[in-house]
Each structure stands twice: as C-alpha cells, then as structure tokens.
C-alpha cells in the first residue's frame, strides 16, 4: 500500500515510475488505483533494467539486494525516507 500511496502522490502526465514491484502473486498483473501504474513480479526487473530501486520500507534492503543479485538486474537501491530527507 506504501507503493500505491507514493506512486499517487509523484503522479502527474508524465510518469516517473515504470512500476511497482510486489513479491505478493495475488498483486502482480494488477494496476495501481488513480494512477495506472502496473504491478510487477520481481522477474519483471530483468526487462525494465532500472536504474533505481525505491523502497518503501527500508527493512527489505538486504533481501532486495539479495533478490537483484540472484536475478541480476544491477540498479541503485534508494530507501524513500533518504529520498524524501534529501528533497526536504
């Protein structure tokens, strides 16, 4: 929901996320409410190559490195709470 919350507050006509991954299956192939922002598998990650990951929750870093190394997708892992303490 922290995914869905921040993707509806940086929405606007351009958009700025390719997606919103969620290891949950029940949640992948959805789209996000208000913004249409797609909700992807971890696997996704190999086709888009981002080059930054935002976490909604900083407790999942080390998992998430984890995940990015076993599937190879090498992209700068960003806590949004460092996100937002920058922009401020």
Not at 13 to 37: F, H, M, S, W
């Amino acid at each position: 929901s922290k995914g869905i919350t921040f993707a509806n507050v940086v929405a606007g006509e351009e958009p700025l996320l390719a997606g919103i991954v969620d290891i949950n299956p029940e949640k992948q192939g959805r789209y996000a409410a208000l913004t249409g922002v797609p909700v992807l598998s971890p696997a996704n990650l190999n086709d888009l190559r981002p080059d930054v990951i935002l976490l909604m929750n900083e407790n999942y870093t080390f998992e998430v490195t984890n995940l990015l190394n076993e599937i190879g997708v090498a992209a700068c892992i960003q806590d949004i709470s460092q996100v937002l303490h920058l922009a401020a």
